[in-house]
């Protein structure tokens, strides 16, 4: 609960407040939010319309992503994907 413990903190949530369209992508080589860090989170947002992503970075022809790798040029396969969500 370190995400949700640091916005009480600060006498907010909004993770309960939220009800528009979310989606989580995780990715299952991410050391630092695997899969159930991602869940927890995404659980945060009850109201949300909310859809869960877990991917493999072989199920996208890719070696690695991790935690940051989705937004490198090598991942570039996965940006129209993100693309269309959030032009939906």
Do not use: N
Not at 68 to 85: C, K, P, V
Request: aromatic share 14%; with cysteine.
């Amino acid at each position: 609960e370190y995400v949700l413990g640091f916005a009480k903190t600060r006498g907010e949530s909004g993770f309960d407040g939220y009800s528009g369209p979310l989606r989580c992508v995780a990715f299952s080589d991410d050391p630092m939010a695997p899969r159930l860090a991602a869940e927890k989170l995404h659980d945060f947002y009850a109201a949300a319309d909310k859809e869960f992503c877990h991917v493999a970075p072989q199920s996208v022809d890719l070696q690695s992503i991790g935690h940051f790798g989705a937004f490198r040029s090598t991942s570039e396969r996965l940006w129209e994907d993100f693309a269309a969500y959030l032009e939906a």
